[in-house]
């Protein structure tokens, strides 16, 4: 199936005969061989989206949701099949992508249960102060829709995006990243399973240049949903503008840690470590950015060092691996530039720094620590994507609201404190989408995912990722032509 194209319900071989050569990123030995779609093919797929719409906008949401809970069966059935091969071509520990799957799957249940309540909601009536009128609320889909997803979290980004879009009657194009096509092309396999009408589903591999800039501008597509860097996000705003299309965008971030002074330092140390190297720190939401309270600094950082180092990188299939490589070459390359420019800015290594010694192949880099950044470097304000954190203390809970608020990003944050009220003041202070308070970054499909500022548009799960492929629409009349019927 890597040599096909999914379109219209069926493997079809793509027009331009182009191939993409898929990495595994801990041997970089080329794995898989992936079919790479152009325009052409794009064209077909929203063709086929476009005369699937017809008919799949007019299901009930309770037929609706029976596929999604069919989906979400398949995948679980398949689950440790799909991991695996998540983490062949991510390169992240094989519990980290177990982890992925699950949340898939918890996905499709959550918009399978928002779907079947939508039929209830139709027609709902609408209190108006004008006398003599009545008026009624119908959420109905947007439209044929392009949904292009990143590489760092194969399958959880995507259910994020085609289980709301089905839910609520769209049809769709997806666009896998270069980078992890294989798990998302299972989505085929799947959607045929269970029988969904051909043409809801298309999934078109292939380059951002190629495939993702011809979604963009096709004029058949209603709504752009688009998760990755802000580089390729504000490509993506320009060519939306132009046909003043619908779009969501989940960007960038640079989401701070605060570490107050009552904190259990021992607790500290592991959600610090969860914060930025898990998934070998490529995640938007990383809090890359450590505010230590200056009277527990040098002691924490000193677990934190001792922590760090005894992390265990290799192979997503090995025993007791924590950690995996970055994903390409390319990643390895931009994060490795962020270190040695901060070598060169001459800040303060704590550990850290290099290519991680024992791998002569793999893109993997020992997890870093410098300290003491300054607001103005380059480390601390940009988004690095990879296993870097950058560390600077406070004196005062006002200064570090101040210091967490200073960013181009809002997407999300960490707050570490035994006071929970204090903690609960300071979250409502940060300008972030979602705020952990002594947790890990746990992730629940009935909260939102979108941040403030430069991390994006619009929201992602709960009820606002259902809303976000729905228009509203409204129904007005007289009473009096009521009463006349």
């Excluded at 951002?208 to 011809?214: E, Q």
């Excluded at 001459?346 to 290099?354: A, E, I, R, W």
Aim: aromatic share 8%; glycine share 10%; charged share 20%.
């Amino acid at each position: 199936m890597y040599d096909k194209l999914f379109i219209n319900g069926d493997w079809v071989a793509p027009r331009c005969g182009k191939t993409l050569a898929v990495i595994n990123p801990a041997t970089e030995e080329v794995i898989a061989e992936v079919a790479a779609g152009g325009a052409a093919d794009v064209d077909r797929a929203v063709a086929a989206a476009k005369q699937a719409f017809t008919g799949w906008s007019k299901t009930s949401g309770a037929q609706r949701g029976v596929y999604l809970r069919a989906i979400a069966r398949a995948i679980e059935a398949r689950a440790q099949e799909l991991a695996a091969l998540s983490s062949s071509n991510n390169g992240k520990p094989l519990f980290e992508a177990q982890i992925d799957i699950e949340d898939a799957i918890a996905t499709w249940d959550y918009y399978a249960g928002l779907a079947e309540q939508l039929d209830a909601r139709q027609n709902a009536e609408v209190p108006l102060a004008m006398p003599g009128y009545r008026s009624s609320s119908r959420l109905e889909p947007a439209g044929v829709v392009g949904l292009i997803v990143p590489w760092n979290f194969p399958f959880v980004t995507t259910a994020w995006k085609v289980a709301p879009a089905l839910a609520a009657g769209c049809t769709l194009v997806l666009k896998p990243s270069e980078v992890t096509p294989l798990v998302e092309l299972q989505l085929g396999t799947i959607a045929q399973s269970v029988g969904l009408p051909a043409g809801v589903i298309n999934i078109v591999c292939g380059s951002g240049s190629d495939v993702g800039s011809a979604l963009t501008v096709h004029p058949d597509i209603a709504k752009i949903s688009f998760t990755g860097s802000n580089r390729v996000g504000e490509i993506v705003m320009q060519s939306v503008a132009k046909q003043v299309k619908g779009l969501s965008l989940e960007l960038g971030g640079k989401s701070p840690m605060l570490v107050m002074d009552d904190a259990d330092l021992d607790q500290a140390t592991d959600w610090i470590l969860g914060g930025i190297f898990y998934n070998a720190g490529q995640m938007c939401s990383a809090t890359s950015r450590l505010l230590l309270h200056d009277s527990i600094a040098p002691k924490l950082l000193q677990r934190l060092k001792t922590a760090t180092q005894a992390l265990k990188l290799g192979d997503a299939f090995e025993e007791g691996v924590q950690m995996g490589p970055l994903t390409s070459k390319a990643q390895f390359d931009t994060v490795m530039g962020y270190i040695e420019r901060g070598r060169a800015e001459g800040l303060t290594l704590l550990t850290g720094g290099t290519r991680a010694e024992g791998f002569e192949r793999g893109y993997f880099i020992e997890p870093t620590i410098f300290v003491d950044v300054p607001t103005d470097s380059a480390l601390w304000r940009e988004e690095i994507f990879g296993p870097v954190l950058c560390v600077r203390t406070f004196s005062s809970e006002a200064e570090a609201i101040e210091l967490a608020n200073d960013s181009d990003f809002g997407l999300a944050a960490g707050i570490i404190s035994q006071d929970s009220a204090r903690a609960q003041r300071i979250a409502e202070q940060l300008q972030a989408g979602h705020i952990w308070i002594n947790s890990l970054q746990v992730v629940c499909p009935e909260t939102s995912w979108g941040g403030f500022k430069r991390s994006g548009i619009g929201r992602e799960l709960g009820p606002w990722g259902l809303s976000a492929y729905q228009e509203v629409k409204h129904i007005t009349r007289p009473l009096s032509e009521l009463e006349s019927n």
